[in-house]
């Protein structure tokens, strides 16, 4: 089964093309960013449970570019042990693992927030600050010193969350960018932020980023604009994560595998590794799009959450030993 072969991205080899989606699980207790032991445990199992690839939830790289109270973040060294933990773990029990580095912009339920715009998310939002040049290069230094923090924790990969309507798509979605300075040009904002964080996440290492491929919006991106953009940055950015939405509260109708024509035409007009998914709870439908070419790995969310074992309904000679007396008794 070509899901559950491996691939190698430079110089890491996932053992197969499972990754967990990042999921925020607004479950850190203290308000302080840092990761709890349901944080340990929860990525943790689902390394036991055989994913190739685990990307760690929304981190934030500024207490305001949290998406909730409840986020991680990656912006004091206080965070890094706790990581370090979970990362060692996950590494224990062979799977690879990412942190996906965010800033929530106008996106964030928190105080004194900012954004490429002063016009609220929605009108149960609160009203952002537009962003000033001097904010703009505090944020990107603050991305460089999360991905600082990043390889010290012994992250695989750093995925930058440049999708569903959070700062980076608020700087690259003309729905959201009427500024009249250079940033009007949301590529800058996001060229300086990768080149930013390579100065200190090494270049062996993976850098991905997550991308809404369509935004259901009339001024919005599509995937023909993301690949455009994509191919200026080919030579920094080695996959992407293939998602959609986000930039306004706009109701989507989704289905089984709805965001994968997306992730299609962005690998065919990038040639990047390409991760794609969405609302997938077959694997055979993931099986088949990586057959057929649509991308090149599968991310699950809501799977992993309610069968964070459902790899070994797919090959149970791949459980654990510790496990290996139910061979034979997993339903399929």
């Known amino acids: 089964m070509k899901l559950l072969e491996p691939i190698k991205v430079k110089d890491t080899e996932f053992k197969n093309r499972v990754m967990m989606s990042p999921m925020c699980m607004y479950s850190v207790e203290k308000q302080d960013g840092v990761a709890t032991d349901f944080h340990y445990v929860h990525y943790v199992t689902r390394a036991i449970g055989g994913v190739g690839y685990i990307m760690l939830e929304s981190t934030a790289v500024l207490p305001n570019g949290r998406i909730s109270y409840e986020d991680l973040g990656l912006w004091d060294d206080k965070h890094v042990a706790p990581l370090k933990k979970i990362v060692d773990a996950v590494h224990k029990y062979g799977a690879k693992i990412g942190v996906q580095i965010s800033h929530a912009g106008r996106k964030s339920r928190t105080d004194n927030i900012v954004s490429s715009t002063d016009v609220p998310f929605s009108d149960k939002n609160l009203t952002p600050k537009m962003l000033d040049e001097e904010g703009i290069k505090e944020i990107v230094k603050a991305f460089g010193q999360a991905a600082r923090r990043a390889n010290e924790a012994g992250f695989d990969s750093i995925e930058l969350h440049g999708a569903h309507g959070y700062l980076i798509a608020q700087f690259i979605s003309d729905v959201t960018n009427q500024r009249t300075d250079k940033y009007k ?35 919005g991106m599509t995937p023909y604009d993301w690949a455009s953009i994509l191919n200026t940055f080919k030579d920094k950015i080695d996959i992407v994560n293939v998602s959609s939405g986000g930039i306004l509260p ?57 069968e964070p074992y459902f790899i070994f309904q797919l090959d149970d000679q791949l459980l654990p030993k510790q496990y290996t007396r139910a061979r034979g008794l997993i339903s399929k």
């Open 185 to 219: 040009d949301g590529t800058l904002f996001l060229k300086e932020i990768i080149d930013e964080v390579l100065l200190y996440f090494p270049k062996e290492k993976i850098l991905q980023i997550r991308v809404s491929g369509y935004e259901y919006h009339d001024l």
């Open 250 to 306: 706009t109701p989507v109708k989704d289905y089984p595998g709805y965001q994968l024509p997306y992730a299609k035409i962005i690998k065919e007009e990038t040639g990047l590794v390409t991760i794609g998914g969405g609302q997938i709870d077959d694997p055979l439908l993931a099986e088949a799009a990586i057959l057929d070419g649509t991308m090149d790995m599968a991310y699950f969310g809501r799977k992993l959450l309610k």
